[in-house]
């Protein structure tokens, strides 16, 4: 099964606007967390935001911010004023703990995201 | 602070050969992920080393292997190459791994023909 759900293959948004990405994610372990990675075309990932499962705020980091509703198990990722530079691929990922070891990450399948002129 | 390094970053190996792959993590990191990049299947993850132990381990066959050392550094190891390894080979750091994210490196693609 799925772990994480991508449901956007790819998305266009004008510059200056607000875009918001969709993930949403199934795990039975209370503790997990969520991740939010950017991949330009040069194929490095790059961290932009994380999620515990048991913070109580959206996570921010300046034009990134997470949108977590733990009981729908969605977090989407929303960029503010987009600019050129963020049309890239976007993964959401999920680490569970698995027993003794602090498990690895799951990515979903992403999101390209054309920013327009 | 420099950021995670892989070596090479492009590779081109005939099927049947074997092949290395380096990665050194940032400074004071002592986790390090491996995770292969594919268009059909994505990004799955490989192996996490921690302390020159492997603490986990993907679902991929035996001729993928690595290994830490002492300072951190990996390495990761395929042999017996097929056609379907060609992938983009990505490396990430953390300080404990757990919930610290993991900062990737710019990655070894591997072509193999």
């Known amino acids: 099964a799925q772990k994480i759900t991508q449901t956007q293959p790819g998305m266009f948004v004008q510059e200056k606007e607000a875009v918001t990405l969709d993930c949403t994610y199934d795990?039975?372990?209370?503790?997990?967390?969520l991740f939010w990675y950017k991949q330009p075309s040069s194929g490095e990932m790059i961290f932009l935001i994380y999620?515990?499962?048991?913070?109580?705020q959206n996570a921010t980091e300046g034009r990134y911010s997470l949108n977590f509703q733990k009981a729908r198990k969605s977090a989407n990722l929303v960029i503010s004023a987009s600019q050129l530079g963020d049309s890239a691929m976007y993964f959401c990922?999920?680490?569970?703990?698995?027993?003794?070891?602090?498990?690895?990450?799951?990515f979903g399948k992403g999101t390209k995201l054309s920013v327009k002129p | 602070k420099a950021g995670v390094t892989q070596t090479p970053r492009y590779l081109i190996k005939t099927r049947g050969q074997q092949v290395t792959l380096s990665c050194s993590p940032i400074?004071?990191?002592?986790?390090v992920s491996w995770y292969q990049q594919t268009p059909g299947q994505g990004l799955q993850f490989l192996f996490e080393?921690?302390?020159?132990?492997?603490?986990n381990k993907g679902n991929f066959p035996g001729r993928f292997s690595g290994r830490q050392f002492s300072n951190s550094r990996s390495e990761m190891n395929v042999s017996t190459l097929e056609l379907g390894d060609s992938a983009l080979y990505l490396c990430?750091?953390?300080?404990?791994?757990?919930?610290?994210?993991?900062?990737f490196g710019p990655g070894t693609r591997l072509t193999v023909t």
């Open positions: 795990t039975s372990d209370p503790s997990y967390g």
């Open positions: 990430a750091s953390s300080l404990e791994g757990g919930a610290y994210e993991q900062y």
């Open positions: 999620q515990g499962s048991y913070d109580q």
């Open positions: 990922a999920m680490r569970e703990r698995r027993g003794g070891s602090q498990g690895n990450l799951i």
């Open positions: 400074s004071g990191h002592r986790s």
């Open positions: 080393y921690f302390s020159e132990t492997q603490r």
